[in-house]
């Protein structure tokens, strides 16, 4: 069985601030998902990778295969920055639900 | 931007109801999934349907859930009769194919009192 945690739990920071959020998970994977949820509600996708490292702007995913372990970076937070980070991993094997971590809630203060 | 489209945002039911969730997945994709997140506590998967079929489901997809798309852009979560532990978020998603990024719609908040 999978499992998918991240840490920390909860993360503060001050405008400006270099932010990293971290999920480590505990089986082979095809592929995680990092993925943003605002309070309303709605989930959001930033990026899927399966090996390397991807960048979108002021965000940056990471991972390393061999240590089952991928980070968020955020540089330069802002205040809209300010939601719950979810990473998701898809299992090798040919499962295609993707098994979620608890999520980092992340409040950026101006 | 293509979005997946989930209605309504928000269904308050009398336990023991039937209630439909309807999404209108990305068009040109081929694989639709359904999650629920309980207030509080992690996403969870629910189902995974491709070519018409249930391709994958898990423990909580038991005999009172259905999903179905009954035209060429709709994908629907059917729950038989409500229970006070189905009230969560229920969020749709599609892909393009298994191992491509999923879309997330905004969620459909199911309250059964």
């Known amino acids: 069985k999978n499992e998918v945690e991240q840490s920390p739990q909860n993360l503060t920071a001050q405008e400006g601030e270099f932010i990293t959020i971290n999920c480590s998970y505990s089986v082979g994977i095809s592929a995680l998902h990092w993925l943003q949820q605002h309070p309303g509600g709605g989930i959001v996708s930033l990026f899927m990778?399966?090996?390397g490292k991807k960048k979108h702007g002021r965000l940056i995913a990471t991972i390393n295969i061999q240590e089952k372990h991928s980070s968020l970076h955020i540089t330069a937070s802002h205040p809209r920055d300010s939601a719950v980070y979810i990473c998701?991993?898809?299992?090798?094997?040919?499962?295609?639900?993707?098994?979620f971590g608890k999520g980092t809630k992340l409040t950026v203060n101006p | 931007e293509p979005e997946v489209t989930q209605t309504p945002s928000h269904q308050v039911t009398q336990m023991g109801q039937e209630v439909i969730l309807r999404c209108v997945p990305i068009s040109n994709h081929l694989y639709f999934y359904w999650y629920r997140q309980i207030l509080g506590q992690k996403v969870e998967f629910l189902v995974s349907f491709y070519n018409n079929e249930i391709s994958e489901k898990s423990e909580i997809f038991d005999d009172q859930f259905s999903v179905e798309r009954p035209d060429g852009s709709n994908f629907t979560l059917k729950i038989r009769s409500t229970k006070l532990e189905d009230s969560a978020m229920y969020f749709c998603?599609?892909?393009?194919?298994?191992?491509?990024?999923?879309?997330f719609g905004q969620g459909t908040r199911l309250t059964v009192v």
């Open positions: 990778l399966s090996s």
């Open positions: 998603a599609s892909s393009l194919q298994p191992n491509t990024e999923a879309f």
């Open positions: 998701a991993a898809k299992t090798q094997g040919g499962s295609e639900k993707l098994v």
